[in-house]
C-alpha cells in the first residue's frame, strides 16, 4: 500500500482560478512530519512547506495555503488565483522516525492555462 | 549558505557501460546525504542514505551502489547499466534529525540506449 496517495495526476485550470491538490498518507507512527515540494520543468525540487502531526493549524503563504487533518489523514494544498508560473509538478512528502529519508507521492502535475 | 552541486546535468550511456554520477554539499557539515529516482509516472524513489563517511544505506537492491568517500561528496554508480537505470537522479541533503527538510540539486537525466 502506498504512504502517500496523490490521486489527482494531472490538473488543468485556467489562470486565476483556485485549485487543490490532494494528499492522503498512512503511518503508524504518532510522530511525522509531512512536506509539500514544488518541481518546475527545470528539474529541480522546490521545498514549501514542512508541518508536524501535532500541529494542525492550517497554514497560509500568500497565494499558497495547507490545511492538515490528521482525522482524515490528509494534508492538502490550495492555490488561490493561480498563475501561469504555478505550473510544475507538486509532492508530497512523508518523514517518519521509524524510516529513512522522505517517502513521496507520484506527484499532481499541475498546469495553469493562460 | 549551503549550495548543493550534482553533475553532469544530462547523460546518455550505452547498455552494459559504467556510471558514476556526482554530488558535493557546501556551507554544511556532516550533513545527511541521499540519491533518489524518479522514473515516469512513479513518484521519487529513494535509493541511498547515509549519515556519514562510509556509511551507506540502500533501500532498493538494484544494479546501483553508492559511496561516500568525503565528508560532503556523495557518488552514485554503476558497473553496467541496464535499459530500465534510465532516469532522473537527484541529490539532496539534510541535517540534524528526520523531520529536517530535503534540499535537492538540480538533477541528472540519464538515458541508457
Known amino acids: 500500500a502506498q504512504k502517500v496517495t496523490q490521486a489527482q495526476t494531472e490538473i488543468s485550470v485556467v489562470e486565476k482560478e483556485d485549485v487543490t491538490l490532494d494528499c492522503v498518507y498512512e503511518t503508524r507512527d504518532t510522530t511525522y512530519y509531512l512536506f509539500w515540494y514544488k518541481q518546475p520543468p527545470s528539474g529541480e525540487l522546490v521545498f514549501l512547506i514542512r508541518?508536524?502531526?501535532?500541529?494542525?493549524q492550517n497554514e497560509i503563504s500568500g497565494r499558497y495555503s495547507w490545511n492538515f487533518q490528521k482525522s482524515t489523514s490528509s494534508f492538502n494544498f490550495t492555490i488561490t488565483a493561480s498563475q501561469v508560473v504555478d505550473s510544475a509538478v507538486y509532492f508530497c512528502?512523508?518523514?517518519?522516525?521509524?524510516?529513512?529519508?522522505?517517502?513521496f507521492g507520484k506527484g499532481t502535475h499541475l498546469i495553469i492555462q493562460p | 549558505s549551503q549550495t548543493i552541486h550534482q553533475w553532469p546535468a544530462t547523460l546518455v550511456q550505452p547498455v552494459g557501460s559504467p556510471l558514476s554520477l556526482e554530488c558535493t554539499v557546501e556551507?554544511?557539515?556532516?550533513?545527511?546525504l541521499y540519491w533518489y529516482r524518479q522514473a515516469a509516472g512513479r513518484g521519487l524513489q529513494l535509493l541511498f542514505y547515509s549519515v556519514g563517511i562510509g556509511q551507506i544505506s540502500s533501500e532498493v537492491p538494484q544494479n546501483l551502489s553508492a559511496s561516500r568517500p568525503q565528508d560532503r561528496q556523495f557518488i552514485l554508480s554503476s558497473k553496467k547499466l541496464l535499459l530500465s537505470d534510465s532516469g532522473f537522479y537527484l541529490c539532496?541533503?539534510?541535517?540534524?534529525?528526520?523531520?529536517?527538510?530535503?534540499?535537492f540539486g538540480n538533477g541528472t537525466r540519464l538515458t541508457v540506449t
Open positions: 539532496a541533503w539534510s541535517v540534524g534529525v528526520y523531520n529536517s527538510p530535503l534540499h
Open positions: 556551507g554544511t557539515s556532516n550533513p545527511n
Open positions: 508541518r508536524n502531526s501535532f500541529d494542525e
Open positions: 512528502a512523508l518523514s517518519e522516525e521509524s524510516a529513512d529519508g522522505l517517502t
